[in-house]
Structures are given as C-alpha cells and as structure tokens.
Nanobody
Framework: QVEMVESGGDSVQAGGSLRLSCALTATAFHRNCIGWFRQAPGKEREGVARTYTGAISTHYADSVKGRFTISQDNAKNTVYLQMNSLKPEDTARYYC?????????????WGQGTQVTVTS
C-alpha cells in the first residue's frame, strides 16, 4: 500500500527556493513521526528533517539547519519541506517516510521520491 506521495522537485539555480510536499494517507499522517530524506548519486541516503505530527517537534540535520523548514497541514495530511538558499550540494532525490521509532532516522514505508537539482 502506498502511504505517501512526494512532489515539488525541480531544477533551480543556487540561492533559489523550493517547497516539497509529502501527501500521506490519514493513517500514516496521524500522530506519527514523518521525515524527509535525500540521496545523491553515489551517496548513502541521509535524514534531512523530521517532525512529529501530533505536536510541534522538529529536528534538522546540521547541513540544512537555518535553510530548510519542515511543516505540516493537518487538514491535508501533508508534510512540507521548504528549502531556501539552495546549494549545488543539495542536489539529490528527496524522499519522505514514516520514522519509527520517533527521534531516530530509522524509517519505513518510503515514497517514490522527487528530484531536486541545484545548478551553480
């Protein structure tokens, strides 16, 4: 069963912004930890940002802190990743996933991902 669908990836110039969306099923969204991850060619997948949908609780990787913001729309069962001041090293395929247990980067039920390309 597909629990989430990512969208919003695009090709942008360095310094630009993008907003990614992760539309989840109600079951996947409700009171769960949801994370954004990314994987660049030849590199391991890494956690970027995570949130707990049942309360205001977010965490960011040091590489994106101050530039990326994770947020949610409870009415739409959607988690967003606002990405500002993008750098070429942010180029990757971005995925969202349910994190279990909360507070870690251990994820299950991955989406198909959306491609972000940042050109210099």
């Amino acid at each position: 069963q597909v629990e989430m669908v990512e969208s919003g990836g695009d090709s942008v110039q360095a310094g630009g912004s993008l907003r990614l969306s992760c539309a989840l099923t109600a079951t996947a969204f409700h009171r769960n930890c949801i994370g954004w991850f990314r994987q660049a060619p030849g590199k391991e997948r890494e956690g970027v940002a995570r949130t707990y949908t049942g309360a205001i609780s977010t965490h960011y990787a040091d590489s994106v802190k101050g530039r990326f913001t994770i947020s949610q729309d409870n009415a739409k069962n959607t988690v967003y990743l606002q990405m500002n001041s993008l750098k070429p090293e942010d180029t990757a395929r971005y995925y969202c996933a349910v994190i279990d247990p909360c507070g870690t980067w251990d994820a299950r039920n991955w989406g198909q991902g959306t491609q972000v390309t940042v050109t210099s």
